[in-house]
């Protein structure tokens, strides 16, 4: 039996009449590794943490969380994990404290070690002054931020955390990231994330899997990946329009030629460097108007793996799905 | 039973009383709605009670039989909506990731819709002691009135449970309450059965099982024990409880297919 956290071989789920949700994925997630799950909707993202999670069984392959089978060791696997799937599931009617109560009771927690949770998980997640208020009148943060905590109740090994952040302002989403690394570093806890955001898995995330249409096109960690798609470019506008030739022979010496619509743009030879461009322009008296350094974004590997990019390709494959899920339906 | 089970039974039922007492209009519709519509027929059918073989002198006695079983329409209501719910907003997903066992779910939200039950005969009864209605069957027929409404409101929950289950839609469980509703008015709801002028209104009244559960709270109210009654109406009662409680709780396995 292997070491890892999570791992999954040809996963395929396919509905009646429909598309493959998921057609055939691989992974393998170390302990303690913050995996990140990046796609745009539609994708297959939900599909493969439902399965990965037990709520949803796969028409074919295999997967092991936390060195259990899926599909025979289903009680085995959701005890060692923690899920805040896409939906903040919470009860409007009832307030954040008696969350954490009644779920430490399904986890089969003791009374007083309920109580002594409740208040740890409570402070943790800054909702010590709300959680006696009902939970309807709580914003989208201070629901995200009681869904994770009622994830991590138990103490759970691997934490799946599906589009966790979707909705939220960025103080909300930055707070999120806080205690999702702090888990990761401090707790050892293994963070399956499924994202649409490019920072996200960007920022959070030791590797990320770009998946398109269910399937993984790319894996590896966010600096890989962008290297993988090539080098960064440098993009002048002249001042003066007219001196646009010269600021192109001059750029040329350190990067091949790269497409710009109002100056010049190379892509960087290996060594190349920002601050001997600027010398180099500087010395030939050549005033600029913008100058920037473009680096790869991950947003840039999913359009070279996929031709399209990330922002909108959800709105296809969105369609896609409501369309198998329609023909599940019927 | 595990101490941890009963634990989450517990602490399930009451998860299902808070939520029912956090909205208002499914506390006071289910508990004054009934009243009103006692206190409308009660008032507009008073000559009724003359009629030749009429079982009682008292209308109010004869009708309070009613607002029991409308209650327990009302339990279906909430139990199916609020189960509905928690489909819908992915709750249910939430609970079946935790080690809790199906039963207890089931378990929770029924003892939660009993509870509430109780409450509801307690304030009819009451009612019905206020204007002057004493019970032919004495304090013994209070404690077993008690116990038929614990297994109607089972009964009915379950039912509610199922529908929400089966659809995971709380407008298709609303939807059920016009049609209980057809059945309660073709009931014996209004008048004693042999007392019906209109043949298939006889027949259909006679065939309708609400009948035997209203004629099994009217016998304990105004006739005293009648075994014949309490054994139709329990009966009829304990077997909507028996399919629908088995109904739901297959229904419970699907909907919680884990693997």
Known sequence: MSDLAIEA?????????????????????????????????????????????????????????????????????????????????????????????????????????????????????????????????????????????????????????????????????????????????????????????????????????????????????????????????????????????????????????????????????AGADLADIVRELDGDGIEVAHLQLHQPSLDDVFLAKTGRSLEGAGEEDEQTRLAGAAMEAV | MSEAFVDQVLLLARRSVVRTIRQPANVIFPLVFPLLLLAVNSGGLKAEANLPGFPTKSLVAFLLAVPFIQGALFATMNAGTDLARDIQTGFLNRLSLTPMRGTALLAGQLAGVVTLGFVQAAVYLGVGLAVGVRPASGVLGVLVLFGFAFVVSFGFGALGAFAALRTGSGEAVQALFPLFFVFLFLSSMAIPRNLIGITWFRDVATANPVSYLLECVRSLIIGGWDGQALALGFGIAGAIAVVALTSSAWALRVRMART
């Open chain 1, 9 to 269: 071989h040809g996963l395929v789920r396919e509905f009646k009449k429909g598309p493959r949700a998921v057609d055939g994925i691989d992974l393998a997630v170390d302990p303690g590794e913050i995996y990140g799950f990046l796609g745009p909707n539609g994708a297959g993202k939900s599909t493969t943490v439902h399965m990965l999670t037990t709520l949803l069984p796969p028409t074919d392959g295999s997967a092991r969380v936390a060195g259990h089978d899926i599909v025979k060791e289903g009680s085995q696997v959701r005890m060692a994990i923690g899920a805040a799937l896409q939906e903040a599931a919470l009860d409007p009617l009832l307030t954040g404290r008696e969350h954490l109560q009644l779920q430490g009771a399904l986890q089969g927690l003791p009374r007083d070690r309920r109580r002594e949770r409740t208040e740890e998980l409570l402070t943790r997640v800054g909702l010590s002054e709300a959680a006696d208020r009902k939970v309807g009148g709580y914003s989208g943060g201070m629901k995200r931020r009681l869904d994770l905590a009622l994830a991590l109740v138990h103490r759970p090994r691997i934490l799946f955390l599906d589009e966790p952040t979707t909705g939220l302002d960025i103080q909300s989403r930055t707070a999120l990231w806080a205690e999702v690394s702090r888990l990761a570093q401090e707790e050892g806890v293994t963070v399956f994330l499924t994202t649409q955001y490019l920072e996200e898995a960007d920022v959070l995330a030791d590797r990320v899997g770009i998946i398109h249409r269910g399937r993984i096109v790319a894996e590896g960690t966010p600096d890989e990946l962008k290297a993988e798609v090539g080098r960064p470019t440098v993009e002048a506008i002249p001042t003066d329009p007219g001196v646009r030739t010269r600021v192109a022979e001059l750029l040329a010496r350190f990067g091949d030629q790269a497409p710009s619509v109002k100056g010049v743009a190379v892509r960087l030879y």
